[in-house]
Structures are given as structure tokens and as C-alpha cells.
């Protein structure tokens, strides 16, 4: 059992085995994310990370292992208990049918209402805020069907923050979006698990933003492989370069460091 | 432009009156001419006919809507409707099959309900397959599911001794001619639209699809088959009552939608009453249109239905490509 005086970590995996077909994701991953800790997960295409990200989420069965979520086994917790303290941001979001802004972000307050119960005004000052803090406050009233595919992403994000769950895992987040915005989230998620002290857990594609976003990272090479570690250790030029298959050189003037596809005349 | 969220109420409100004023006209209104229903010289025309026809006809419209929006939930597409997805047509081919098996001594609905099921289940399945949602595959299984069970019914009637021919003509079409219910029906009915009612922000999520549903704390293999069985169910409940009549849950639902919105705690009761009252309506041009002849509502609702699908499906298509 759990006491106060020894904290565990928000989500706990140990000896976790996932695959799809024949092919292996991970092989004895261990790992715990820990109050504060925004973690990246990089890997080349087709490496399985949306099918970590599932497992994690409970929606796909592991192989092998035990997944701990504060504290409890989470095959033993029933899909709304795990909702209240677990969110994920999937790749696609797609609306099957018509709803306005307000009332798709406040589907994020589902799993904590009870089932015979409506919203209260505070479950929409929470929706409302979330749409405000993407800047989506301006569409509250529009179809989400009418939205650009930017818009499309925040709404998706802005219900999962009204969800507003200990731990947020989140399948490539920037999809879709200008720089501006993708700087944008990633200030809001950061400020949310250094403040809150919640943890994340994102897929990503750029590695810069990698080095800025996370404290941790995990990388999967393939064939079950992964390393996982602080970021700071892990995010140099050889790990990259073994990780993505193609020369990756470093970059470092006086304020950052950033990491670049080695062109053919730098082998 | 669906109407803002504090006039949902009056439009509940309105369509409550509509469905009673649907009611009195039924009474007042009929192959006999107009006749006001509390003049005791026509007590019997308008209590013993008219009456029971027309809570048959309410009842059975408010269960087919509802349980097309509930298909439409679990089958995530608009165009799911009891009839076209050959639902209505199993359920009324085992209920006939039953008759002619010397099985009349088993409970109508019950024979109507496995019909039902087994028709849902093939659509489900087959129609799903695996790999995304495809509309057009889950309309073709079920409308070759709905023929195929027409031709059975054809077969069994065919078989079947003449005399009760133009009887059992309704299980193909849908017929309130011989319906009629007690007004106390109209309680359960109440019972059931209310349960799904307060129940609607559960429906609303699982329209999200079943990995947005399930990571929003539903447990969507539980919702799944409850919606099947739950739809199947009501299903069974109206062809017992009138046969297989098209095209309610397609339209009523449809309709209510571009004047409600999608949540489900407004659309199930809104198309339970506005069901009703179209059923109520319907039923009623039937029996006077062409009176003294008597059209099987059916044929009223298949004219208006299939319009409003072609033109769904038309628009659907577009917006897919």
C-alpha cells in the first residue's frame, strides 16, 4: 500500500512487453514518470509509438508486465477511474458528428460527472478556460466540423485539458500546427506539469523541440531496443544518429543546441 | 443552424403539443369524415377504432425513432435506420417463419427480438469488417440483409394459406390497419425515452468513436452491446405492433438533429415525440387518402423516407469526397 511519507511515481511500468504481430515495440521497458516530468518519445517511423502510447493508456493489451497508475494496477481499474487520472491527445481526431467548441471540450469532464448527472457551470468554467488558454475562446459557439485542421488539433487538446488528468500522454501534439502554436502548447503543457506537478508523456517528430520540451526522454530503435534516461544525457549526436539511421550533427551557439540533419557534404 | 441551447426546452415543449394535437386530429379525423370525438354517438367509432390505432401508431413511431438514433450511435453513421439496415425485415421474416412453424404459442416480440438480433449481428459484423468505418460497406450488407429477408418473407407468404394473405401483407410494408394498444403503453414508452434521455452524455461520447470513448472512462465493449441489444429490442417491440414500416428512424432522428443539435439528452426525446406524431400523422393520411380504401402507413413513409435518403446519401457523398 501506498503512505503519504513515500511518494510514488504518477505512472509506473515494469517488465512491459508490447508488440504488434511478430514485430516488438518495447522488451522489459521500465519506466516511471514522476510529478514534474515531461517526457519525450522518439523513434524513427513505424517504431511503434503510438502502440506504446495505447498500451500506456490501457486500450491495448500488453504482452507482458504491469502498468501502475498512482499506484493501483490499471488492469484491475475500471476505464472511468483510469480517465480521471490518465489522458491521451491521439493523432487523428475526427468528429463524427456535429457538436459546437464548448460542448466537445466539455466532453473532457465525462469521466469525472457521474452517469445520470449533468454539468455544472464550474465543468464549463473549465471547458471555457482550456478553450481560452489554446485561443480558442472566439469559436466557442462554431461547429467543430468547421474548423481548420490547426483549430481542429487545439479543440482535441483544449478537451483533453478540461479532462485535465495527472498524467497526459499525448501522440505527436504538434501535428498540424504553425511554429507559433506549437510554441504555444508546448508553453501551456510545460507550465502545467512544472506548476501542478503533473507528468507528460509525448511522441515527437522534432528533436529540438525535444531538447527544449523535455526533462526525460525514451527512444525506441526497434526490435523491442529502448533507452530511457534524462534528457540532457541522451540527446547527442551519436544516440540520434543510431536512433533515426542518417547522420545527425550538433549545432551550439552561447544560448542553445540544436540538432540537424548532416547534409551529404558532412559525413 | 441547430436552434441555442435555452430554447431546447420549449422545442421539447412544442413538440409535446404537436404529438397531442397529432392525437386529437387522428381522433376527430377518418374514413368516416370529421367527427368530434366526445359526441356519444360516435363513442365507438372514435374510442374503439380510432383511438387504439392511434396509441399504436404513437408508440410505434417513438420506438422506431429512438431506435434509429441509436443505431446511428453504435453504427456511428446518420444513415443507420432499422428498416434500411434490414433490421425490422429479420425480425418480421422469424416472426413469420415462427406462424408457419406451429410456433404461434411463443410471444410475437420474442420471435420479432432474435430476428432482429441475428440481422444486427450480420450487419455488424460484416458491415464493420476490419479497418476504418465504411459507410458504404454497412449500407450495402444491410440492404442486401433487408432484400434477402424480403424474399423469405415473399417465400412465405407464397407458401402460406391464401386467405391470410392480405393480412399478412403488413410484415413487408408496415400496417396500423389491425394495431390498436392500450393508452397505458404510453407509459413504458415514457419510462424508456427518459432512461435514454438522462443517459445521453454517455451516448454522445461513444459517437466520438470507440478509442476517444474508451479514454474518456467509457467501457465501450459494455455500451456496445447494451446499445445492440437495447436497439434490437425496440426494434422487435414496433414490427410486433405494425410490421416492418420504413424509414421513421432515418427521418425523425435526421430531422430533429439540424433543429436540436447532436446531444443525445435532447435528440432522444425530441425524436421519441416527434416520431409519434409523424407516425400519428402519417397513419392517419393513410387510412383517409384515398378512403374508403385504406393505404398500410408504410407506403406513406417509404415515400417521404426515401427522398430524405437519397438526398442524405447525396450530401453524405459529397462531403466524403
Known amino acids: 500500500m501506498s503512505n503519504s511519507s513515500q511518494p510514488s511515481p504518477l505512472l509506473h511500468v515494469t517488465d512491459l512487453a508490447v508488440s504488434i504481430d511478430a514485430c516488438h515495440v518495447v522488451d522489459r521497458l521500465q519506466l516511471a514518470l514522476w510529478p514534474g516530468q515531461s517526457w519525450g518519445l522518439l523513434g524513427p517511423n513505424g517504431v511503434g509509438k503510438t502502440t506504446l502510447l495505447s498500451t500506456l493508456a490501457g486500450i491495448r ?19 472511468k477511474a483510469i480517465a480521471k487520472k490518465l489522458g491521451m491527445l491521439t493523432q487523428n481526431t475526427r468528429f463524427a458528428f456535429d457538436a459546437d467548441c464548448l460542448e466537445t471540450a466539455l466532453s473532457g469532464r465525462h469521466p469525472h460527472l ?11 468554467m473549465q471547458a471555457r478556460a482550456a478553450l481560452e488558454q489554446l485561443g480558442l475562446a472566439h469559436l466557442s459557439a462554431r461547429s467543430c466540423t468547421q474548423l481548420s485542421g490547426g483549430e481542429q488539433r487545439r479543440l482535441a487538446l483544449a478537451t483533453v485539458l478540461t ?52 526533462t526525460h526522454v525514451l527512444m525506441l530503435f526497434g526490435n523491442g531496443r529502448w533507452r530511457a534516461g534524462k534528457a540532457g544525457e541522451l540527446l547527442n549526436e551519436t544516440m540520434l544518429s543510431e536512433l533515426y539511421q542518417c547522420n545527425i550533427r550538433v549545432i551550439q551557439d552561447e544560448q542553445q543546441t540544436v540538432f540537424a540533419i548532416a547534409g551529404p557534404g558532412n559525413p | 443552424m441547430p436552434i441555442p441551447g435555452a430554447y431546447r426546452s420549449w422545442f421539447l415543449l412544442a413538440l409535446a403539443i404537436l404529438l397531442g394535437s397529432s392525437l386529437l386530429f387522428s381522433l376527430a379525423f377518418g374514413s368516416s369524415g370529421w367527427l368530434w370525438p366526445l359526441d356519444p354517438a360516435h363513442h365507438t367509432i ?22 434509429g438514433a441509436l443505431m446511428q450511435v453504435l453504427l456511428r453513421n446518420p444513415l443507420a435506420d432499422p428498416y434500411v439496415l ?55 450488407t444491410g440492404v442486401v440483409i ?26 413487408l410494408m408496415g400496417d396500423l390497419s389491425y394495431a390498436g394498444l392500450s393508452a397505458w403503453w404510453l407509459l413504458p414508452m415514457l419510462g ?71 446531444d443525445h439528452r435532447w435528440l432522444i426525446p425530441a425524436s421519441a415525440l416527434f416520431g409519434a406524431s409523424f407516425l400519428v400523422l402519417a397513419d392517419t393520411l393513410a387510412r383517409t387518402v384515398l378512403s374508403p380504401r385504406q393505404l398500410p402507413v408504410g407506403v406513406v413513409t417509404a415515400i417521404i423516407g426515401v427522398v430524405l435518403f437519397l438526398i442524405l446519401l447525396y450530401r453524405s457523398g459529397r462531403h466524403v469526397a
Not at chain 1, 114 to 124: A, I, K, L, N, Q
Not at chain 2, 46 to 63: Q, S
Not at chain 2, 148 to 164: F, H, K
Open chain 1, 61 to 79: 493489451s500488453a504482452d507482458q508486465g504491469t502498468i501502475r497508475l498512482n499506484d493501483q494496477p490499471m488492469d484491475r481499474m475500471t476505464r
Open chain 1, 114 to 124: 457521474g452517469s445520470w448527472s449533468g454539468e455544472t457551470e464550474g465543468d464549463r
Open chain 1, 163 to 214: 479532462q485535465n488528468p495527472d498524467v497526459l500522454l499525448l501522440d505527436e501534439p504538434t501535428n498540424h500546427l504553425d511554429p507559433a502554436h506549437q510554441l504555444e502548447i508546448l508553453n501551456c503543457l510545460w507550465r502545467r506539469v512544472k506548476n501542478s506537478a503533473r507528468a507528460q508523456f509525448m511522441a515527437l517528430h522534432d528533436i529540438n523541440l525535444a531538447t527544449c520540451y523535455c
Open chain 2, 46 to 67: 372514435v374510442f374503439e377504432l380510432r383511438w387504439p390505432r392511434a396509441v399504436a401508431a404513437a408508440i410505434t413511431g417513438g420506438l422506431l425513432a429512438i431506435a
Open chain 2, 86 to 140: 434490414g433490421v425490422s425485415g429479420g425480425a418480421s421474416a422469424f416472426v413469420l417463419t415462427g406462424f408457419l412453424l406451429g410456433l404461434a404459442w411463443l410471444p410475437v416480440p420474442l420471435l420479432a427480438f432474435c430476428g432482429a438480433c441475428i440481422s444486427m449481428a450480420i450487419v455488424f459484423v460484416l458491415g464493420r469488417g476490419p479497418g476504418p468505418w465504411s459507410s458504404l460497406r454497412m449500407l450495402l
Open chain 2, 146 to 171: 433487408a432484400a434477402g429477408w424480403g424474399a423469405i418473407i415473399t417465400l412465405l407468404l407464397a407458401l402460406g394459406p391464401d386467405r391470410s394473405l392480405r393480412g399478412m401483407l403488413y410484415w
Open chain 2, 192 to 262: 424508456v425515452t427518459l432512461i435514454l434521455a438522462l443517459r445521453g452524455r454517455s451516448l454522445n461520447i461513444m459517437t466520438a468513436g470507440e478509442t476517444q470513448a474508451a479514454l474518456l472512462g467509457e467501457n465501450t465493449q459494455r455500451r456496445h452491446l447494451e446499445l445492440y441489444l437495447v436497439a434490437s429490442l425496440l426494434t422487435a417491440l414496433a414490427v410486433s405492433i405494425a410490421g416492418s414500416i420504413g424509414f421513421v428512424g432515418l427521418v425523425v432522428p435526421h430531422l430533429v438533429r439540424l433543429i436540436i443539435s447532436n
